[in-house]
């Protein structure tokens, strides 16, 4: 993404979502791993972090996760 981190496209987002009262589910896939990167990823506005290799599975019930909070 030319200019953005996903860092800042969460911020976007977010900032459109305040009308909503289910805002856009959203997981950080990332190879930062330390859980520094992870808070730094929930406070940007994503719901889940995830470290990069991630399974298949691990994906799958991530986004199932999310779909169903968003409910």
Known sequence: ???VDG???IRRARM???A???????IAVTAYA???DRQRSL???YQMHLAK???ARELIA???SLLHLSR
């Open 43 to 45: 406070l940007a506005g």
């Open 20 to 26: 909503r009262t289910n805002p856009l589910p959203a």
């Open 62 to 64: 991530a986004i199932a």
């Open 7 to 9: 860092y800042e496209l």
């Open 53 to 55: 290799p991630v399974e």
């Open 34 to 36: 330390r859980s520094e």
């Open 1 to 3: 993404m030319p200019h």
């Open 16 to 18: 459109l979502d305040r």
